[in-house]
């Protein structure tokens, strides 16, 4: 599972960014978590609010510092 979260390195991306590492970490998945926080990379991904959160190539979070048991219901979802 490859997942990313985008935005330039505010709070609310840092917040997003841990609260994914403690879903992936929480449901025991073989993921990378990867921040991008170049500009030009996410508007390359056709990204246009941060923070946002891309699995598997795909949008699933988008302008929100969303909650560990939100990104966990992402991911879980993503799963099935």
Same mark, same amino acid.
Not at 20 to 42: C, N, Q
């Given at each position: 599972?490859?997942?990313?979260? =985008?935005?330039?390195?505010?709070? *609310?991306?840092?917040? /997003?960014? %841990?609260?994914? !590492?403690?879903? @992936?970490?929480?449901?025991? =998945?073989?993921?990378?978590?990867? *921040?991008?926080?170049? /500009?030009? %990379?996410?508007? !390359?991904?056709? @990204?246009?609010?941060?923070?946002?959160?891309?699995?598997?190539? *795909?949008?699933?979070?988008?302008?929100?510092?969303?909650?560990?048991?939100?990104?966990?219901?992402?991911?879980?979802?993503?799963?099935?």
């Amino acid at each position: 599972m490859d997942i990313k979260v =985008l935005g330039e390195g505010c709070d *609310k991306c840092d917040q /997003l960014y %841990e609260n994914t !590492k403690a879903a @992936v970490e929480e449901l025991g =998945l073989d993921a990378k978590v990867e *921040k991008v926080e170049d /500009l030009i %990379e996410i508007v !390359k991904l056709g @990204v246009l609010s941060a923070p946002s959160l891309m699995v598997n190539g *795909k949008l699933v979070i988008s302008g929100q510092a969303a909650s560990k048991n939100a990104v966990i219901k992402c991911l879980k979802k993503e799963l099935s």
